[in-house]
């Protein structure tokens, strides 16, 4: 069974640009989440979708990240205009019974801004 | 303000030792902790989990201790091997978040010496 796959695993792009990063979760995953660490800190949530509803997206961090789930298959994630401070590693992740504790992860998609 | 910490950014242990990560949480919210392994260039992986109802869970070599009187956790791995050097993430699911939010620490750098 594929895992959670990211793409891309490394964009590097200028201040102002667009990215949009793109995560294929387990099939028959309903849950689907985007985390993000920055600068080797701590692991943030972003925001939570069941099926092609979000659920939650109170850790998104202003108007310029926008979280889209298509048909409730793969989500994307776009960051339009990129700043210097959205660099790191995001995280998608997906499960179908959160509770018991298994998120699985993506790789992550490395984003720099520069 | 984070609420998950783990305050050792690195832990060295010989191989077959004990090593004991530790994290501490301030959200009295929190009713479930997990413990997550992550290796270089890939995403975190899931390893063990405790409802606040519990004190200790174990599986095989892993072993995470609860004490919500202090706020504290642990991990405990024995005995260590040479595969277990990775970054170890504490994270914690409030009440009523049903495990979709997960609220992660820092990490702690692990090197299991052979």
């Known amino acids: 069974e594929a895992g959670v796959t990211q793409f891309p695993s490394h964009s590097v792009i200028e201040k102002g640009q667009t990215v949009t990063l793109r995560c294929d979760p387990i099939s028959g995953h309903d849950n689907l989440y985007w985390y993000r660490r920055v600068m080797g800190k701590e692991i943030k949530f972003l925001l939570h979708f069941v099926k092609e509803s979000k659920q939650d997206e109170s850790g998104m961090p202003n108007n310029r990240f926008l979280a889209e789930r298509t048909g409730g298959t793969y989500s994307t994630l776009k960051v339009q205009p990129a700043e210097l401070e959205d660099s790191g590693v995001y995280f998608c992740?997906?499960?179908?019974?959160?509770?018991?504790?298994?998120?699985?992860f993506g790789e992550g998609s490395r984003l720099t801004v520069l | 303000d984070q609420q998950v910490k783990q305050n050792s950014p690195s832990l060295s242990v010989q191989e077959g030792r004990i090593s004991i990560l530790n994290c501490d949480y301030t959200n009295s919210m929190f009713d479930y902790f997990l413990w997550y392994k992550k290796y270089p260039a890939e995403g975190p992986t899931f390893l063990i989990s405790?409802?606040?109802?519990?004190d200790k869970n174990e599986d095989g070599r892993f072993t995470v201790f609860l004490n919500k009187s202090a706020k504290h956790l642990s991990l405990h791995i024995v005995p260590s091997q040479p595969g277990d050097s990775a970054v170890y993430f504490c994270a914690a699911s409030a009440v009523g978040n049903a495990g979709n939010m997960l609220t992660f620490g820092g990490g702690t750098r692990l090197m299991v010496k052979p």
């Open positions: 405790i409802s606040s109802i519990k």
């Open positions: 992740a997906s499960s179908q019974h959160p509770r018991a504790g298994e998120l699985f």
